[in-house]
């Protein structure tokens, strides 16, 4: 069974506006899903949905084969989630707000207290779980969202923007913790997220969203070999031959996109063959961020990504 199924969803709001058009996907159970999209792609609005606290204007849309619409109340208790904007309650200590939120998932205190053990401590917060969450860094405080978000062993977790307000330090903290416990939970995450950087390092699924359109789905290869698989080699020599598709590479020298190890191969030993002299010769794969913005804007799939990056690999 798919932990998730998306089918031809459309969601369009009171207002007029139109967030979801007919938008299609399954996540197979396990995997690390990364929704990645910009601001007002439609994200949290599909997260909203897959929760059952939004209807679909248009298609279905299922977790473990429950419909989000009909069964909206078990769908629920299927689902973790931690928002953006989740806050812990401040004057209660580490443990008191698991306690709290497991009472209301109608969880019975001993396994509560069972189940908190173990996740204050792979969060890391065994020792600070009795002083009160006002004292808790914002990485701690992630961290017991997190916590929280896991307590009633959810089978699908949302995470909207898990790492947002964290310092790269504590977004690289958090982000290990969530792939440590996904392994460790067997749980499939939805992950929404501007931070490329932090979804490579965790992600096994993609979908790119852009103004309510799903633009790219798949795992990192299959999204690769839809564009061409877009390696491309980096050249420096003397008396280089113009080779097809070929641009300056920063630093000097020069770029040409191939596809394969005996392509290369067959590059370099022309160049040699030919006259040229080569200093340097490297392969250099794609990267998320080239990925994905490979699918933003189809158009200009290429080599000219310099300056649609944004600083620090967020999506812009
Ligand atoms: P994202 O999470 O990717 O930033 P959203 O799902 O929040 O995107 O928003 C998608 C679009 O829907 C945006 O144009 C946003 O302004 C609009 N939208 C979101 N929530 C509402 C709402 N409650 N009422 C009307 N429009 C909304």
Same mark, same amino acid.
């Given at each position: 069974m798919q932990a998730i199924t998306v089918e031809k969803v459309g969601k369009v709001y009171?207002?007029? +506006?139109? #967030?979801?058009? /007919?938008v299609s996907f399954e996540i197979p159970q396990g995997e690390v899903f990364g929704f990645l999209g910009p601001n007002g792609a439609g994200k949290t609005t599909m997260v909203r949905l897959l929760n059952g606290i939004l209807n679909p204007t248009a298609g279905h849309a299922s977790v473990h084969g429950l /419909?989000? @619409? &009909?069964?909206a109340g078990e769908v629920h208790h299927l689902c973790g989630v931690l928002t953006e904007t989740a806050a812990p309650?401040?004057?209660? +200590?580490g443990l008191e707000n698991l306690k709290f939120f497991g009472r209301l998932h109608g969880m019975d205190e001993k396994r509560i207290l069972s189940r908190a053990a173990g996740l204050l401590q792979a969060m890391e917060l065994t020792e600070h779980r /009795?002083? &009160?969450? &006002? #004292?808790?860094s914002t990485g701690m405080k992630k961290r017991l969202l997190l916590a929280r978000a896991l307590l009633h062993e959810p089978k699908v977790l949302f995470l909207d923007e898990? @790492? *947002?307000? !964290?310092d790269p330090e504590a977004s690289a903290n958090v982000t290990a913790m969530i792939g440590g416990l996904v392994k460790q939970e067997g749980v499939t995450v939805f992950l929404c997220t501007h931070q490329l950087k932090y979804a490579e390092e965790i992600c096994t699924l993609y979908g790119f969203m852009q103004q309510g359109e799903l633009m790219g789905f798949g795992t990192f290869e299959e999204l690769l070999a839809r564009q061409g698989g877009r390696t491309r080699l980096v050249l420096r020599g003397e008396n280089l031959p113009v080779l097809a598709g070929a641009e300056y590479a920063s630093g000097g020298g020069m770029a040409v996109p191939v596809r394969d190890d005996a392509e290369v191969s067959e590059i370099l030993r022309n160049i040699l063959t030919g006259g040229g002299q080569l200093y340097e010769a490297r392969q250099e794969r794609w990267g998320l961020e080239e990925l994905y913005f490979s699918y933003r804007e189809? &158009? *200009?799939?290429? !080599? =000219?990504?310099?300056? =649609?990056k944004e600083e620090g690999g967020e999506v812009a």
């Open positions: 009171q207002s007029g +506006t139109k #967030a979801l058009s /007919d /419909d989000v @619409t &009909k069964q309650y401040e004057s209660l +200590t /009795d002083k &009160k969450v &006002k #004292a808790y898990p @790492t *947002s307000g !964290l189809p &158009k *200009s799939i290429g !080599l =000219k990504l310099e300056g =649609k």
